[in-house]
């Protein structure tokens, strides 16, 4: 796509405004600051380890881990089970539809039902 006039003016007035706002900013950061000697700390006071920061662990114990842990997994039941509805109206047990199902289908579902009730009963009394 070329650049057109009006693209480059636009960057051209968003570097203005990051200059003004960008003083603006570092205002106010400056602001939240609790006192003015506070500075950000750049020198480590105290020397950290990596064992400090993260618990380090041998390939062996990580196996052994997985090799006790592999007997004794717990399967919820509920997980695999597929959420139960009626096919024919398309609602669960609470009588609300399904996720996947849009809104706007809602009525139209109804009105279906209703069609085919209205249908057997009028095949009923002829």
Same mark, same amino acid.
Request: aromatic share 4%; hydrophobic share 25%; proline share 5%.
């Given at each position: 796509? =070329?650049?057109?006039?009006?693209?480059?003016?636009?960057?051209?007035?968003?570097?203005?405004?990051?200059?003004?706002?960008?003083?603006? @900013?570092?205002?106010?950061?400056?602001?939240?600051?609790?006192?003015?000697?506070?500075? =950000?700390?750049? @020198?480590?006071?105290? @020397?950290?380890?990596?064992?400090?920061? =993260?618990?380090?662990?041998?390939?062996? @114990?990580?196996?052994?881990?997985?090799?006790?842990?592999?007997?004794?997994?717990?399967?919820?039941?509920?997980?695999?089970?597929?959420?139960?509805?009626?096919?024919?109206?398309?609602?669960?047990?609470?009588?609300?539809?399904?996720?996947?199902?849009?809104?706007?289908?809602?009525?139209?579902?109804?009105?279906?039902?209703?069609?085919?009730?209205?249908?057997?009963?009028?095949?009923?009394?002829?």
């Amino acid at each position: 796509m =070329a650049k057109s006039l009006r693209s480059k003016w636009r960057r051209k007035c968003r570097a203005v405004k990051r200059v003004r706002y960008g003083k603006k @900013e570092l205002e106010r950061l400056k602001s939240i600051l609790p006192c003015e000697g506070v500075t =950000a700390k750049t @020198e480590k006071s105290e @020397e950290t380890t990596i064992s400090d920061i =993260a618990n380090l662990k041998t390939i062996e @114990e990580i196996t052994e881990q997985r090799s006790d842990n592999n007997g004794s997994m717990e399967i919820d039941s509920t997980v695999d089970m597929p959420p139960k509805f009626n096919a024919k109206t398309l609602r669960d047990k609470n009588g609300a539809y399904p996720v996947w199902l849009h809104p706007r289908k809602y009525p139209k579902k109804g009105k279906k039902q209703k069609n085919k009730a209205n249908k057997k009963k009028e095949r009923s009394r002829k």
